[in-house]
């Protein structure tokens, strides 16, 4: 059992904030039968009753490593008055096992007035935004339609779009949800939609190109980022395609003769990506680089999204928990090689008699 604070600030008395960065426990750290304290942003919060009619709490705490499920068995309706979702909370309490997942039982919490750090709580994108941001006008230099590229530029000049399309995640919950993933996923995506360009020559370059870069653009308006990720008002009435074609239609006002076929396009694009109905698209694909765009997006975002689910998955063994969204379990774990298979001795010895 470890013990995370000084005897829990005053055995769970939670009397002050700790200012030295390193007392802090990150999430993903937390381990079974763990006493902790800490402060952790309240991502959920939900007020329900036992069997016997007693009120108790259950929270979604979360730090930029991960989130964890926390209870409050005693007090609940009182310390539920505190404090609302997206509050940061000092905790202390105890990890422990229930039903196979790790939970913290809270013994006492009190609200934050002022973060001292909020990149505690948020994730970032574990790459460079200085070499996604070069890779990727990299890519949209190869546009060589002068009016495709034109609007692209407009974009890229555009300090206050630009500032926000570094930051912004690309989705509040399941693929690239953490603060650069709107730039690492557009990135991708263009590197996918060059690739695919190349593979298949009766595909418009410029046009699948262009595509990609302003598929996702709207969610610089659909969501806000700063202790959490969540919704705008304009995120939940309009969505981040609807957005995103208002945002090319106010750049190519300031376009002179730009070709209509060519807006018409780009705006299929955008409003089409997410391939049907159900899914959001007002439109479904109509045309062959739409199609191409929606298939990048959507492999994109899964090999992302299921990747991280696979790597945060705390069950022990070979699968993982039961994922709702894909209602199916997953293999953990990758294939190995021959060579990583093979005696340590072994390879050695090989590697000697090629030398001679």
Same mark, same amino acid.
């Given at each position: 059992?470890?013990? #995370? ?6 055995? $769970? ?23 902790? $304290?800490?402060? $952790? ?6 007020? *329900? ?5 007693? /009120? ?8 930029? =490593?991960?989130? +964890? ?35 913290? #039982? ?8 002022? !973060?001292?750090?909020? =990149?505690?709580?948020? %994730? ?28 692209? %530029? ?14 912004? /995640? ?8 953490? +603060? ?7 990135? =991708?995506?263009?590197?996918?939609a060059r690739m695919v360009a190349?593979?298949? /020559? ?6 699948? @190109? ?12 659909? @969501?806000?980022?700063?202790?959490? +990720? ?17 945002? !090319? ?6 376009? &002179? ?11 299929? @694009?955008?409003?089409?990506?997410? *391939? ?5 698209s007002p439109k479904r694909p &109509? ?17 992302? *999204? ?7 998955? #705390?069950?022990?063994?070979?699968? #993982? ?5 894909? %209602?199916? $379990?997953?293999? &953990? *774990? ?9 005696? /340590? ?12």
């Amino acid at each position: 059992m470890r013990t #995370t604070a000084r005897g829990l600030s005053e055995r $769970y008395g939670c009397t002050a904030l700790k200012k030295n960065p390193d007392s802090h426990i990150w999430v993903n750290e937390i381990r079974e039968e763990d006493e902790i $304290y800490g402060s $952790y942003l309240v991502r959920t919060k939900r007020l *329900g009753m036992t069997r016997n009619g007693d /009120p108790f709490l259950s929270l979604t705490l979360a730090d930029r =490593s991960g989130e +964890i499920e926390g209870k409050v068995w005693e007090r609940a309706n009182e310390l539920s008055a505190l404090f609302d979702e997206g509050d940061v909370i000092e905790v202390a309490g105890r990890a422990n096992s229930y039903r196979g997942q790790l939970q913290v #039982t809270l013994s006492g919490l009190k609200v934050v007035k002022e !973060v001292p750090d909020i =990149s505690l709580f948020l %994730e970032k994108s574990s790459k460079s935004i200085s070499e996604m941001m070069g890779s990727l006008r990299e890519i949209l230099g190869e546009i060589t339609d002068s009016h495709m590229r034109a609007l692209v %530029e407009k974009f890229l000049s555009d300090r206050h779009f630009m500032s926000l399309f570094k930051k912004a /995640p690309a989705a509040k919950n399941f693929h690239h949800n953490y +603060i650069g993933g709107l730039l690492e996923h557009t990135l =991708s995506v263009c590197q996918l939609a060059r690739m695919v360009a190349d593979h298949y /020559p009766e595909l418009d370059r410029n046009l699948l @190109l262009t595509g990609a870069f302003l598929h996702d653009i709207g969610k610089v308006n659909e @969501l806000q980022f700063e202790r959490q +990720i969540d919704y705008t008002d304009e995120g939940r009435l309009l969505g981040h395609l609807v957005s995103g074609v208002s945002m !090319v239609k106010q750049k190519l006002g300031a376009l &002179k003769n730009f070709p209509t076929e060519i807006s018409l396009r780009l705006e299929h @694009l955008i409003l089409s990506h997410h *391939g049907t109905h159900e899914f959001g698209s007002p439109k479904r694909p &109509k045309f062959l680089e739409a199609f191409a765009l929606h298939l990048i997006d959507d492999l994109d975002a899964k090999v992302n *999204g299921l990747g991280r689910f696979i790597e945060k998955d #705390t069950q022990k063994g070979d699968w #993982t928990d039961f994922n709702r969204l894909f %209602e199916r $379990y997953f293999l &953990k *774990g990758r294939v190995q090689s021959a060579e990583e298979n093979e005696d /340590p001795g072994l390879r050695e010895d090989k590697r000697q008699r090629a030398l001679f």
